[in-house]
């Protein structure tokens, strides 16, 4: 069982930036996913990142705003996010797909508890 463990959520003013780590357990590489969820709403994909690294997805709405990195030789995810917005407001989760390479948004296998992210106008 792959342990997820998300950190780096917090408060933060309009405009402002944030990064959220992700620490998957073990030494296996997976695609590594951010999913975001409101209350009342379905969580959604945020971006991916392949494996290797190479390959990022995003959705649309955070283009430009949002960057996926990861290290793979400490098995950690980042999640730079700039120019926050309210409705940014979410918990954000972080998510490890154990069936493809590629940071792709689709169901993912292993989730991490959450870290919430609360921007302020």
């Known amino acids: 069982q792959v342990q997820v463990v998300e950190s780096g959520g917090g408060l933060v003013q309009a405009g402002g930036s944030l990064r959220l780590s992700c620490a998957a357990s073990?030494?296996?590489?997976?695609?590594m996913g951010w999913f975001r969820q409101t209350p009342g709403k379905e969580r959604e994909f945020v971006a991916g990142?392949?494996?290797?690294?190479?390959?990022?997805n995003y959705t649309d709405s955070v283009k430009g705003r949002v960057t996926i990195s990861r290290e793979n030789a400490k098995n950690l995810v980042y999640l730079q996010m700039n120019s926050l917005k309210p409705e940014t407001t979410a918990a954000y989760y972080c998510?490890?797909?154990?069936?493809?390479?590629?940071?792709?948004?689709?169901?993912?296998?292993?989730w991490g508890q959450g870290t919430q992210v609360t921007v302020y106008s």
């Open positions: 990142i392949s494996r290797s690294g190479v390959v990022n």
């Open positions: 998510a490890a797909d154990d069936k493809t390479a590629y940071g792709l948004p689709r169901k993912y296998d292993y």
């Open positions: 073990g030494r296996t590489l997976y695609a």
